[in-house]
T-cell receptor, first 113, second 113 residues
């Protein structure tokens, strides 16, 4: 759900489980979506992206699903590891060729060993 | 290949002062974007520069400005600092302005007293 201030949505999983992080985006005209991972004290790190003409894209241990009908994006992480613990952000590009990203509030993923 | 570098990493200023932050993109990257990250508002887009021209701008007051040099290095300036400007300022670079991976620097932590 929505987060305000420091109250990020949180997801706590056991090591080895699969994780699913959800994101609702706002602009139906957005044509490109990205998931980022941010660890404490670091800048966001690119995980995976997807264009609006696709509904699924897979990477190494990660899958992004896009449902344009309900403006929903999800990130699935297989066999979650302690090193996956971080804040995860989705971002949508609403600027077309003038690449302008709008970020979600983020989800804090905690992986318990 | 060196990543995106930002200087300084930490900065403390007082209200009313101005500040200049610097970003060196990854070699060969011509697009540089700036973002502000706060607990309350999350990650917000400030502006993007490509070939020394501002291509896109977020919803920030005119106190926030930037520029890009011929070597793609970029600076952002905030004048007449307010307490609410305390944030992590992130710079990100890309090869060009089409849809490709954007790499973030570690950020500059600005505290306004």
């Amino acid at each position: 759900g929505e987060s305000v201030g420091l109250h990020l949505p949180t997801l706590s999983v056991q090591e080895g489980d699969n994780s699913i992080i959800n994101c609702a985006y706002s602009n139906s005209a957005s044509d490109y979506f990205i998931w980022y991972k941010q660890e404490s004290g670091k800048g966001p790190q690119f995980i995976i992206d997807i264009r609006s003409n696709m509904d699924k894209r897979q990477g190494q241990r990660v899958t992004v699903l896009l449902n344009k009908t309900v403006k929903h994006l999800s990130l699935q992480i297989a066999a979650t590891q302690p090193g996956d613990s971080a804040v995860y952000f989705c971002a949508e590009n609403s600027g077309g060729s003038n690449y302008k990203l709008t970020f979600g509030k983020g989800t804090l993923l905690t992986v318990n060993p | 290949k060196a990543g995106v570098t930002q200087t300084p990493r930490y900065l403390i200023k007082t209200r009313g002062q101005q500040v200049t932050l610097s970003c060196s993109p990854i070699s060969g990257h011509r697009s540089v974007s700036w973002y502000q990250q706060t607990p309350g508002q999350g990650l917000q887009f400030l502006f993007e520069y490509f070939s020394e021209t501002q291509r896109n701008k977020g919803n920030f007051p005119g106190r926030f400005s930037g520029r890009q040099f011929s070597n793609s290095r970029s600076e952002m300036n905030v004048s007449t600092l307010e307490l609410g400007d305390s944030a992590l300022y992130l710079c990100a670079s890309r090869v060009q302005t089409s849809y490709n991976e954007q790499f973030f620097g570690p950020g500059t932590r600005l505290t306004v007293l």
